[in-house]
């Protein structure tokens, strides 16, 4: 079944968004695309970064909310995906966000919204 | 394209088109020409931090311009940060006695470390130059908080009205985001103060000057050329824009609404927070680079000069593409006249009314970018331009949408040889608390019988899937839309061109065909690329 995207309600606790995510193209990868993670985040505490990999580790990109006003919603970000990190379509990914001294998993109220798209190159 | 190819065609030699040459060069500060101009720019900084708190071009009064003026997460983030390092640079030629003074870039993707000459004197913030007035909150306050408050009380209706979007009605609105006060809270947030003292006002130093592999990562050439290959100044979808959210005004604050570009939302954000210590520092405070006042650090505008370079590279890989590189229509004049009210220029002055149109060529201050990293995409095309196509809006009537494809539209999209298919958006509401279903599947042109299909079927356009389980008794009021392409399948149009006037039709079913069917809320179709 092909999995156009997933989401995170809000609501959801840490526990329940604990996995890895496995996300989905929306359609077999071109030569001249580039797939990209679209990440919607909530409200963050003050430096607080949310770290996204594949399930082995590779890194994606640390998303990093800067100019925001205290309790406001960190919005959407753009991360570029190495074409070789997706098998067969899919692409599983690792969510993190930093606290003082380590990191966790991010809850859904953090962490509202995932997919995976593709952006065409001209 | 490879990710590593993706990277590697940043790195080959630059062939960008001529243009008339600029009066001023931005060097890449690691080079000869960069390093001669960091010790302009030291003597300027110099010359600024001697200034009266009561002058425009006073070092944290030039900082000030930023906390209370600058856009993020949103398209005019790139133009006003031109305007306002247009106007910092005459000010450093000014008082630094270099006529030839233009800002160097660094360069991250090549030198992910600050350069070095950065921990020298005055352009480190944590130099003793700066002890005078940022030893510590009381100092600083005592020093600048007067004058501000004059200038304050001195500001037009304009000025204040975007300062009011802003979320400053009142100075002590303002100060709040000094010192970190939170009203609401009763209490200081440590995050989120924008003054820092002179020895903790950047987290790198000489001994440690390095990004961190997250910082690094997110300024690699991988990340650097996916975000210069959007062909849209703007598009809401951010994945497709080299711009963030349009908004109303300027100065409306990031929030849940907005999209954040690759660059902006990536390698500007990560270099800003990590110089200030966001992650080994937290919860903070951090230094100046994290906040508002980061322009109290003068790395910020040697980061923002490559932000700025890159955002030239882009205008130039657009022109050469033969593809627009601003807004088009009405759009244009939007974006064009928005205000920009508070700059002060090199002549000690306020520059007065200007419009963002003002800030869009870097003609407006006659300079250009020696090549950097990025340089390579501005070469020939690969392709040639194609004409672009709107998404067709569809309508929803009892729960099906639908939408009129035009026959060649729809040739186009059965032509095997078509790389790029339709797209469906379709909007639907997130199932609420107590929905047991959270997967649906997406039927076109499927017979008014058809509830259920496998994934063979030729009606299938796929699966729309809400993760995780709902909240019961809450009930989500946001919907959301998904990008669906349309399966390239020729019994699902077959009656539809045989009939070209009757429209597509699209339903969402629930996935297994148990469970009640979501509203569709809105449906458009089109290509996302000719």
């Given at each position: 079944m092909l999995l156009l995207a997933a989401v995170w309600p809000a609501g959801c606790f840490a526990a329940e968004a604990s996995k890895d995510v496995e996300l989905s193209l929306p359609r077999p990868l071109g030569p001249g695309?580039?797939?990209?993670?679209?990440?919607?985040?909530?409200?963050?505490g003050r430096g607080q970064e949310v770290s996204v990999t594949t399930a082995s580790g590779m890194p994606l990109g640390t998303i990093s909310p800067f100019g925001l006003?205290?309790?406001?919603?960190?919005?959407?970000?753009?991360?570029?995906?190495?074409?070789?990190?997706?098998?067969?379509?899919?692409?599983?990914?690792?969510?993190?966000?930093?606290?003082?001294?380590?990191?966790?998993?991010?809850?859904?109220?953090?962490?509202?919204?995932?997919?995976?798209?593709?952006?065409?190159?001209? | 394209m490879t990710s590593a190819a993706l990277a590697a065609a940043g790195t080959m030699l630059p062939s960008g088109p001529s243009r008339a040459a600029a009066k001023y060069r931005r060097y890449n500060v690691t080079s000869a020409e960069g390093q001669k101009m960091l010790a302009s720019y030291a003597k300027g900084v110099a010359a600024m931090l001697q200034l009266p708190a009561s002058h425009p071009q006073n070092w944290f009064r030039n900082a000030f311009i930023h906390l209370m003026d600058c856009p993020h997460g949103n398209w005019w983030f790139y133009v006003w940060h031109r305007g306002y390092l247009g106007y910092f640079e005459q000010s450093i030629r000014a008082l630094s006695g270099d006529d030839n003074f233009a800002l160097p870039y660094w360069d991250w993707t090549e030198l992910p470390e600050i350069p070095a000459g950065m921990f020298d004197g005055v352009l480190t913030p944590a130099d003793k130059a700066y002890q005078p007035f940022t030893a510590n909150l009381a100092v600083f306050t005592s020093f600048i908080k007067p004058a501000l408050t004059d200038y304050?009380?001195?500001?037009?209706?304009?000025?204040?009205?975007?300062?009011?979007?802003?979320?400053?009605?009142?100075?002590d609105d303002l100060w709040n985001d000094v010192t970190g006060f939170s009203p609401s809270a009763k209490a200081g947030i440590s995050g989120n103060e924008a003054f820092a003292t002179t020895c903790a006002s950047r987290y790198l130093s000489r001994d440690n000057p390095k990004l961190d592999a997250k910082t690094a990562y997110d300024v690699s050439a991988f990340v650097i050329m996916a975000g210069l290959l959007p062909t849209d100044f703007y598009n809401s979808d951010n994945y497709l824009s080299f711009t963030s959210s349009r908004t109303a005004s300027h100065n409306d604050q990031p929030n849940g609404t907005t999209k954040f570009s690759t660059l902006e939302g990536l390698p500007h954000n990560k270099v800003h927070n990590y110089i200030g210590g966001v992650g080994p520092l937290d919860p903070g405070p951090y230094g100046n680079m994290t906040n508002f006042l980061s322009p109290v650090d003068p790395i910020f505008f040697l980061?923002?000069?490559?932000?700025?370079?890159?955002?030239?590279?882009?205008?130039?890989?657009?022109?050469?593409?033969?593809?627009?590189?601003?807004?088009?229509?009405?759009?244009?004049?939007?974006?064009?006249?928005?205000?920009?009210?508070?700059?002060?220029?090199?002549?000690?002055?306020?520059?007065?009314?200007?419009?963002?149109?003002?800030?869009?060529?870097?003609?407006?201050?006659?300079?250009?970018?020696a090549p950097g990293f990025g340089e390579n995409i501005v070469g020939p095309p690969a392709v040639a331009a194609a004409p672009r196509a709107k998404p067709q809006q569809g309508s929803v009537k009892a729960n099906t949408g639908t939408v009129k494809i035009p026959g060649e539209a729809l040739e186009a999209h059965?032509?095997?040889?078509?790389?790029?298919?339709?797209?469906?958006?379709?909007?639907?509401?997130?199932?609420?608390?107590?929905?047991?279903?959270?997967?649906?599947?997406?039927?076109?042109?499927?017979?008014?019988?058809?509830?259920?299909?496998?994934?063979?079927?030729?009606?299938?356009?796929?699966?729309?899937?809400?993760?995780?389980?709902?909240?019961?008794?809450?009930?989500?009021?946001?919907d959301a839309t998904f990008a669906v392409p349309l399966p390239k399948k020729q019994e699902a149009f077959a009656a539809l061109r045989a009939a070209p006037n009757q429209p597509l039709s699209i339903r969402v079913v629930p996935s297994g065909g148990i469970g009640a069917a979501p509203t569709l809320k809105a449906l458009s179709v089109g290509p996302l690329r000719q």
């Amino acid at each position: 079944m092909l999995l156009l995207a997933a989401v995170w309600p809000a609501g959801c606790f840490a526990a329940e968004a604990s996995k890895d995510v496995e996300l989905s193209l929306p359609r077999p990868l071109g030569p001249g695309d580039t797939a990209i993670v679209e990440i919607t985040l909530g409200a963050l505490g003050r430096g607080q970064e949310v770290s996204v990999t594949t399930a082995s580790g590779m890194p994606l990109g640390t998303i990093s909310p800067f100019g925001l006003r205290a309790g406001a919603d960190a919005g959407t970000y753009a991360l570029p995906v190495p074409k070789e990190t997706i098998k067969d379509g899919r692409l599983s990914v690792h969510l993190s966000i930093s606290q003082p001294g380590g990191s966790r998993t991010p809850t859904a109220l953090e962490v509202r919204g995932i997919a995976l798209k593709l952006a065409p190159q001209r | 394209m490879t990710s590593a190819a993706l990277a590697a065609a940043g790195t080959m030699l630059p062939s960008g088109p001529s243009r008339a040459a600029a009066k001023y060069r931005r060097y890449n500060v690691t080079s000869a020409e960069g390093q001669k101009m960091l010790a302009s720019y030291a003597k300027g900084v110099a010359a600024m931090l001697q200034l009266p708190a009561s002058h425009p071009q006073n070092w944290f009064r030039n900082a000030f311009i930023h906390l209370m003026d600058c856009p993020h997460g949103n398209w005019w983030f790139y133009v006003w940060h031109r305007g306002y390092l247009g106007y910092f640079e005459q000010s450093i030629r000014a008082l630094s006695g270099d006529d030839n003074f233009a800002l160097p870039y660094w360069d991250w993707t090549e030198l992910p470390e600050i350069p070095a000459g950065m921990f020298d004197g005055v352009l480190t913030p944590a130099d003793k130059a700066y002890q005078p007035f940022t030893a510590n909150l009381a100092v600083f306050t005592s020093f600048i908080k007067p004058a501000l408050t004059d200038y304050w009380n001195g500001l037009s209706k304009d000025q204040r009205g975007q300062l009011a979007i802003r979320g400053y009605k009142s100075i002590d609105d303002l100060w709040n985001d000094v010192t970190g006060f939170s009203p609401s809270a009763k209490a200081g947030i440590s995050g989120n103060e924008a003054f820092a003292t002179t020895c903790a006002s950047r987290y790198l130093s000489r001994d440690n000057p390095k990004l961190d592999a997250k910082t690094a990562y997110d300024v690699s050439a991988f990340v650097i050329m996916a975000g210069l290959l959007p062909t849209d100044f703007y598009n809401s979808d951010n994945y497709l824009s080299f711009t963030s959210s349009r908004t109303a005004s300027h100065n409306d604050q990031p929030n849940g609404t907005t999209k954040f570009s690759t660059l902006e939302g990536l390698p500007h954000n990560k270099v800003h927070n990590y110089i200030g210590g966001v992650g080994p520092l937290d919860p903070g405070p951090y230094g100046n680079m994290t906040n508002f006042l980061s322009p109290v650090d003068p790395i910020f505008f040697l980061h923002h000069s490559n932000m700025d370079r890159l955002w030239d590279v882009w205008t130039r890989k657009q022109q050469r593409l033969k593809l627009p590189y601003l807004p088009e229509g009405a759009d244009l004049k939007t974006f064009s006249d928005e205000p920009f009210l508070f700059y002060a220029d090199g002549k000690g002055g306020y520059v007065g009314p200007s419009k963002a149109g003002d800030y869009i060529s870097t003609d407006r201050f006659d300079y250009d970018y020696a090549p950097g990293f990025g340089e390579n995409i501005v070469g020939p095309p690969a392709v040639a331009a194609a004409p672009r196509a709107k998404p067709q809006q569809g309508s929803v009537k009892a729960n099906t949408g639908t939408v009129k494809i035009p026959g060649e539209a729809l040739e186009a999209h059965l032509a095997a040889a078509g790389p790029q298919p339709l797209m469906a958006q379709i909007t639907l509401p997130r199932p609420t608390g107590y929905s047991t279903v959270r997967e649906f599947d997406i039927l076109v042109n499927a017979p008014p019988g058809v509830t259920q299909v496998a994934a063979d079927s030729p009606y299938y356009a796929g699966t729309i899937a809400f993760f995780g389980s709902m909240m019961p008794g809450m009930v989500m009021s946001a919907d959301a839309t998904f990008a669906v392409p349309l399966p390239k399948k020729q019994e699902a149009f077959a009656a539809l061109r045989a009939a070209p006037n009757q429209p597509l039709s699209i339903r969402v079913v629930p996935s297994g065909g148990i469970g009640a069917a979501p509203t569709l809320k809105a449906l458009s179709v089109g290509p996302l690329r000719q």
